[in-house]
């Protein structure tokens, strides 16, 4: 074994040694329940791409985010059609494709909040697991479940909060697939409200927090524990109030209990409010941060356990006294101890714990920062912003989408370094957050590719960004458009999901949401959550007939002879049809993946060389020679690399087509992966949700906005 082979087996054994003790040490010693697995917006703006060293991992180790990402990259994963794990079943029956009117026994579900209801463009359901290693259903004392806030105002005929058990097509046999776990009216003290930010969750699954919006344009820090089987989307029950003073100990759950957004922590400055800003928390020291709409960043300690209060001076801190404008979500860094924000004036802020803030150069010149925080990696040290429009005229005249990079220390004034990704306008759309790949997450230097849904000027466009030793590059690589000419439509955050357990091995994909004009045909042409194959290659790889990865030219190529992947990579196709020797491995080109549909075959039509077509089996046909197609249809080879006659046309398989779609009235929320499922898990155990942003026919409750959970591409 080489010198660097045995330094990687160090620094493994010690990153698995020092996650297991920061894990015992900083949770079981501290409070004697089982820890679940939560999910929110804040796992997907904090991330750890793989430390080099144990040093690196001991500043990280004790921040249980970084277990958790750890624990859903690398738990074991065994998706079965039984409960009891029995009867294994790797048929992909109920991908994102699948027909949004699906009933709950397919495994895909949407049931209605009520109209008008919805989680909120940007904003993220939560997923809560009690158990690691097993999936659970209505018949256990813990089961799984999934959290929508509902955007409309509370009142006792609608629920401003509602969960959702039974998750899962397994759980049939337990009642209604899903099932209403709670449902409240978080109207505070006479005082109603919207939720219009994501909600959060306490590490044992027991509270929930969020802030709440009255009809005054108020908002309100609300904690609530909640109670299982308590309420319903009609009747939703109003939880008891009780002072900060009294709520570690209420006795009666539910019980919630709320702070106002003021301009001091004493309760006499004035009223503000909070559209923009989510919660976050950090569950080593159990404190809480949130920015309000004039740009004062909050603090609550303790928050979840112990009697919550709102920590006073400095804070609440005016993080930029310039250009005081509401804030994004802020994000806490254990490694440099300051806490990152945005703002809508298009700045980035550090503020550091003792309340002493540092303001970038002005980097949004658009529709601000405000609406999509930074996200951070603590290992790498590098923060990244996401710009409507960079102020620039390089694109068009009206500026570029951008994203920026900065360091956790950057000084006051710094811009970063920029990576456009596509035009922007005089009146542009947000620039939501894009996404990190499984080769970023798990490279010791920061090297992979970031996806970012660009071009906020006007018809949205999907970017990929490699990423070398933590640099990016000028300018992103275009993936094609993702929703029909001519549109406005805005597009939603990237979630990357990478999954071992599909068929043939490992699969990645990226989803995604524009709010109209979707392309895929599922869409029908409207708001639509879509999904791309970037599975990357890999060297000294085996390989089966009919893996798919995506290069870097962004061809899909499909293998259509199976072997061991090279030491180095081949030299990529830019053309549909072409096939490259790797190794023991031959690759044909797909062609360059896009959202825009493939025609059918026609009979007696006159085909171009390479011309693309989508057969009845839903794969790619690919002409190698030109010709003229015969009368009647050709009986299509169902193998990768097989070839058919089509009368004077010759066409070769080159695998399935790697894009789905599902419909989605004015696109959905942010998206939650659900991708830890144990050995005792059951059918349909591995999900997405969201909602939508508009109304639409749901499976149950009639027509509204819809809570959803659709299957994962490749999972079972």
Same mark, same amino acid.
């Given at each position: 074994?080489?010198?660097?082979a045995?330094?990687?087996?160090?620094?493994?054994?010690?990153?698995?040694?020092l996650?297991?003790?920061?894990?015992?040490l900083?949770?079981?010693?501290?409070?004697?329940?089982?820890?679940?697995?939560?999910?929110?917006?804040?796992?997907?703006h904090?991330?750890?791409?793989?430390?080099?060293?144990?040093?690196?991992?001991?500043?990280?180790?004790?921040?249980?985010?970084?277990?958790?990402?750890f624990?859903?990259?690398?738990?074991?994963?065994?998706?079965?059609?039984?409960?009891?794990?029995?009867?294994?079943?790797?048929?992909?029956?109920?991908?994102?494709?699948?027909?949004?009117?699906?009933?709950?026994?397919?495994?895909?579900?949407?049931?209605?909040?009520?109209?008008g209801?919805?989680?909120?463009?940007?904003?993220?359901p939560?997923?809560?697991?009690?158990?690691?290693?097993?999936?659970?259903?209505?018949?256990?004392?813990?089961?799984?479940?999934?959290?929508?806030?509902?955007?409309?105002l509370?009142?006792?005929?609608?629920?401003?909060?509602?969960?959702?058990?039974?998750?899962?097509s397994?759980?049939?046999?337990?009642?209604?697939?899903?099932?209403?776990?709670?449902?409240?009216?978080?109207?505070?003290?006479t005082v109603?409200?919207?939720?219009?930010?994501?909600?959060?969750?306490?590490?044992?699954?027991?509270?929930?927090?969020?802030?709440?919006?009255?009809?005054?344009?108020?908002?309100?820090?609300?904690?609530?524990?909640?109670?299982?089987?308590?309420?319903?989307?009609?009747?939703?029950?109003?939880?008891?109030?009780?002072?900060?003073?009294?709520?570690?100990?209420?006795?009666?759950?539910?019980? &919630?209990?709320?702070?106002?957004?003021?301009?001091?922590?004493?309760?006499?400055?004035?009223?503000?409010?909070?559209?923009?800003?989510?919660?976050?928390?950090?569950?080593?020291?159990?404190?809480?941060?949130?920015?309000?709409?004039?740009?004062?960043?909050?603090?609550?300690?303790?928050?979840?356990?112990?009697t919550?209060?709102?920590?006073?001076?400095?804070?609440?801190?005016?993080?930029?006294?310039?250009?005081?404008?509401?804030?994004?979500?802020?994000?806490?860094?254990?490694?440099?101890?300051?806490?990152?924000?945005?703002?809508?004036?298009?700045?980035?802020?550090?503020?550091?714990?003792?309340?002493?803030?540092?303001?970038?150069?002005?980097?949004?010149?658009?529709a601000?920062?405000?609406?999509?925080?930074?996200?951070?990696?603590?290992?790498?040290?590098?923060?990244?912003?996401?710009?409507?429009?960079?102020?620039?005229?390089?694109c068009?005249?009206?500026?570029?989408?951008?994203v920026?990079?900065?360091?956790?220390?950057f000084?006051?004034?710094?811009?970063?370094?920029?990576?456009? !990704?596509?035009?922007?306008?005089?009146?542009?759309?947000?620039?939501?957050?894009?996404?990190?790949?499984?080769?970023?997450?798990t490279?010791?230097?920061?090297?992979?590719?970031?996806?970012?849904?660009?071009?906020?000027?006007?018809?949205?466009? &999907?970017?990929?960004?490699p990423?070398?030793?933590?640099?990016?590059?000028?300018?992103?690589?275009?993936?094609?458009?993702?929703?029909?000419?001519?549109?406005?439509?805005?597009?939603s955050?990237?979630?990357?999901?990478?999954?071992?357990?599909?068929?043939?091995?490992?699969?990645?994909?990226?989803f995604?949401?524009?709010?109209?004009?979707?392309?895929?045909?599922?869409?029908?042409?409207?708001?639509?959550?879509?999904?791309?194959?970037?599975?990357?290659?890999?060297?000294?790889?085996?390989?089966?007939?009919?893996?798919?990865?995506?290069?870097?030219?962004?061809?899909?190529?499909?293998?259509?002879?199976?072997?061991?992947?090279?030491?180095?990579?081949?030299?990529?196709?830019n053309?549909?049809?072409?096939?490259?020797?790797?190794?023991?491995?031959?690759?044909?080109?797909?062609?360059?993946?896009?959202? !825009?549909?493939?025609?059918?075959?026609?009979?007696?039509?006159?085909?171009?060389?390479?011309?693309?077509?989508l057969?009845?089996?839903?794969?790619?046909?690919?002409?190698?020679?030109?010709?003229?197609?015969?009368?009647?249809?050709?009986?299509?080879?169902?193998?990768?690399?097989?070839?058919?006659?089509?009368?004077?046309?010759?066409?070769?398989?080159?695998?399935?087509?790697?894009?789905?779609?599902?419909?989605?009235?004015?696109?959905?929320?942010?998206?939650?992966?659900?991708?830890?499922?144990?050995?005792?898990? &059951?059918?349909?155990?591995?999900? !997405?949700?969201?909602?939508?942003?508009?109304?639409?026919?749901?499976?149950?409750?009639?027509?509204?906005?819809?809570? &959803?959970?659709?299957?994962?591409?490749g999972?079972?």
């Amino acid at each position: 074994m080489n010198r660097t082979a045995t330094r990687l087996v160090r620094i493994t054994g010690a990153l698995l040694a020092l996650v297991t003790i920061g894990w015992i040490l900083t949770l079981h010693a501290a409070r004697p329940y089982e820890h679940g697995l939560p999910t929110d917006w804040s796992h997907r703006h904090v991330i750890f791409s793989q430390p080099q060293t144990a040093e690196q991992v001991a500043l990280v180790a004790h921040d249980p985010r970084y277990w958790q990402q750890f624990m859903r990259r690398n738990m074991v994963r065994v998706l079965a059609t039984g409960e009891d794990g029995s009867n294994p079943d790797r048929t992909p029956a109920y991908a994102i494709g699948d027909s949004p009117s699906a009933s709950s026994d397919d495994g895909l579900w949407s049931q209605s909040m009520g109209s008008g209801a919805t989680v909120g463009a940007g904003n993220f359901p939560i997923k809560y697991s009690f158990s690691l290693t097993t999936a659970t259903c209505s018949n256990a004392a813990k089961p799984d479940f999934v959290i929508f806030n509902t955007g409309l105002l509370s009142s006792t005929t609608k629920a401003s909060i509602i969960a959702y058990d039974n998750l899962y097509s397994g759980c049939s046999s337990f009642g209604t697939v899903p099932t209403v776990y709670w449902a409240y009216n978080t109207t505070e003290q006479t005082v109603a409200g919207t939720i219009k930010t994501s909600p959060i969750i306490s590490l044992d699954g027991t509270q929930v927090a969020f802030v709440q919006t009255d009809s005054t344009a108020h908002g309100y820090v609300i904690l609530l524990k909640w109670k299982a089987n308590n309420g319903t989307l009609a009747a939703p029950v109003a939880p008891n109030y009780s002072t900060p003073a009294q709520y570690a100990s209420c006795a009666t759950l539910p019980c &919630m209990t709320a702070f106002t957004l003021r301009t001091t922590a004493t309760g006499v400055g004035a009223q503000t409010n909070d559209t923009t800003s989510s919660i976050f928390y950090d569950y080593t020291s159990d404190i809480a941060y949130v920015g309000d709409s004039l740009g004062l960043l909050h603090q609550y300690h303790p928050f979840f356990s112990g009697t919550p209060a709102e920590v006073g001076s400095p804070w609440p801190v005016q993080v930029n006294a310039a250009n005081p404008t509401a804030l994004s979500s802020p994000l806490y860094d254990h490694v440099s101890k300051n806490i990152f924000v945005g703002d809508a004036g298009g700045y980035i802020e550090s503020i550091s714990s003792s309340g002493s803030p540092t303001v970038s150069a002005q980097i949004d010149h658009g529709a601000g920062i405000s609406n999509e925080g930074p996200t951070l990696d603590q290992v790498a040290q590098k923060l990244y912003a996401f710009s409507s429009n960079d102020g620039s005229t390089n694109c068009g005249g009206n500026g570029c989408a951008a994203v920026y990079q900065f360091a956790t220390t950057f000084t006051s004034g710094s811009s970063g370094t920029e990576t456009q !990704v596509g035009a922007s306008s005089a009146t542009p759309n947000f620039l939501y957050s894009g996404d990190f790949d499984n080769a970023y997450l798990t490279s010791h230097t920061a090297t992979g590719n970031l996806y970012v849904c660009g071009d906020t000027g006007a018809n949205p466009i &999907m970017y990929q960004i490699p990423i070398s030793a933590g640099t990016m590059p000028a300018a992103g690589t275009s993936m094609n458009t993702v929703t029909t000419a001519a549109s406005t439509a805005s597009c939603s955050e990237v979630t990357d999901i990478s999954n071992p357990n599909a068929a043939g091995g490992l699969e990645e994909r990226i989803f995604f949401s524009p709010q109209g004009n979707g392309r895929p045909t599922p869409c029908g042409g409207k708001g639509c959550v879509e999904s791309f194959i970037v599975t990357p290659w890999k060297a000294t790889t085996a390989y089966a007939t009919g893996y798919e990865i995506l290069s870097p030219k962004v061809h899909i190529e499909v293998v259509i002879v199976p072997g061991t992947s090279a030491a180095s990579p081949p030299t990529w196709s830019n053309t549909a049809g072409v096939t490259r020797s790797d190794g023991g491995v031959t690759w044909l080109d797909q062609g360059v993946i896009t959202a !825009v549909p493939l025609a059918g075959w026609t009979a007696s039509k006159a085909y171009a060389l390479r011309a693309r077509i989508l057969d009845s089996n839903n794969a790619v046909e690919i002409s190698t020679t030109a010709g003229t197609s015969a009368g009647t249809v050709p009986l299509w080879p169902s193998t990768p690399g097989a070839t058919v006659i089509d009368g004077s046309v010759v066409w070769i398989n080159a695998g399935p087509w790697t894009v789905n779609g599902l419909q989605a009235t004015k696109g959905a929320s942010g998206i939650i992966i659900d991708n830890v499922v144990g050995s005792g898990t &059951m059918a349909g155990a591995s999900q !997405v949700y969201f909602s939508t942003l508009g109304n639409q026919t749901c499976t149950t409750g009639g027509t509204g906005g819809c809570a &959803m959970q659709a299957s994962q591409a490749g999972l079972q």
